[in-house]
Structure formats: C-alpha cells, structure tokens
C-alpha cells in the first residue's frame, strides 16, 4: 500500500467525484453550494487543493473570478475540462509550501486539513495565512465523521488517524485521514485568527476565520 497523497488522488482524479453522488450527502451538497456561493458573490476567491474542480465550479458561479491551484496536474486537468459559464477561472499547479501568490482577500480550501499531520498543522497554518492580507478571510470546508465514513484503520503515536481506500482500479492506498471538532479546530488556530466562525452540518463543517 502507497501512503503518498499525491499518487492517490493522482490515481483517483476520474472517480473522485463519485463521493458526492451518495444520496445521503445531497441535502448538505446543495446547503453547502448556496453557502459558498452567498459567500463569495463577487470575490476574487484564492482556492487551494481545488482538487477536480467540484467547488471550484459551483463557487465561480458567483465569484468575481477563482484562481484555483493544486499539487496534482492529473485533477487540475480534470477540473480544467469542466464548463465555466463566467470564463472567470484560472488554474495553476501549485505546492502551497513553496508557491508565491497574493496577498488576496479571499481564499478557499477544500478538503485539505483532513490530510495534514497534527504535528504539521502549526506551520500549514502559516503557509495559508501568508497568502492573506491581515483581515482577509479564509474559509475552510472538511468532511465530519459518520457512520457511513471510511473507518478508521489505525492511529499513530501523534494522534494522526488513517484510512485504508481500494479505488475501482484494485489500487490499493493507506490514506491520512483526520477528522476535526470546532474545539480541536479552535485550538489549532489559536493566536493565528479572528472572527473564528463555524458551521457543521451532518456529513461536513465549515470554519471561517478572519487573518490576524
């Protein structure tokens, strides 16, 4: 089994968005949508970790404009053949921990801090807000634990829990998986934030957050 997240979702790029045809995450998917896009009527909107482009598409429909950036060519390209009515999207491939860009008012990440490292997560941090001018919002969407999630297959000696994932190719992946509460959250973020506001839903939770 691989651990590298970049081959996985490398490897999961044309099925990824699969995971948002379950009938039981509908209801939160269209909740999410109208909120996102409220959100960001009119923004120029930093995304990152736009994956396949799912929420980069929905949120363009009322931004200003998206420029939306990824590690993983393979998922940029599928995002990159999705229609965008507004022509308002640009893309890019993009390390966050090395990449130069902004400061913006406004950025979006997707489904990410669900892979970073606890022991990490001070200087993910960091990297995110530098990309934010002081009072820019930063707005953060992950998944919450259900019964209907992916159970968890171990943790580690820093808390760190992960998933064992097979995708339709037999491929098989051990896959960091962390799943945050508001208080968990909160700490983290602790000195680094403003205005912390959060909403959780059944299946996903979003944080918001104003840049010190």
């Not at 996102?36 to 930093?46: P, R």
């Not at 429909?61 to 990159?80: E, R």
């Not at 808390?159 to 799943?179: A, D, I, P």
Request: proline share 2%; charged share 25%; aromatic share 14%.
């Amino acid at each position: 089994m691989s651990n590298d997240l970049v081959a996985y979702y490398a490897d999961r790029a044309r099925e990824y968005e699969k995971i948002y045809e379950k009938p039981e995450r509908q209801g939160d998917l269209i909740a999410l949508e109208g909120f996102f896009q409220s959100l960001f009527t009119n923004k120029n909107v930093f995304e990152i970790a736009c994956g396949t482009g799912y929420w980069t598409q929905r949120i363009a429909k009322a931004a200003a404009s998206v420029l939306a950036t990824d590690i993983n060519q393979a998922v940029i390209d599928v995002a990159k053949a999705k229609a965008y009515e507004k022509g308002n999207v640009k893309f890019d491939v993009a390390d966050i921990y090395t990449y130069k860009s902004g400061p913006h008012k406004t950025l979006f990440a997707g489904f990410i801090i669900s892979h970073i490292k606890h022991e990490e997560f001070d200087g993910f941090v960091d990297c995110v807000n530098a990309f934010v001018e002081p009072g820019g919002q930063i707005v953060f969407t992950d998944n919450t634990f259900t019964d209907g999630s992916t159970p968890i297959s171990h943790t580690d000696e820093n808390g760190n829990t992960y998933q064992e994932r097979m995708l339709e190719s037999g491929n098989k992946y051990t896959v960091l998986k962390n799943f945050h509460t508001l208080r968990s959250l909160s700490a983290a973020f602790n000195g680094k934030a403003d205005n912390i506001r959060f909403m959780k839903l059944k299946h996903y939770w979003v944080l918001m957050y104003n840049r010190k």
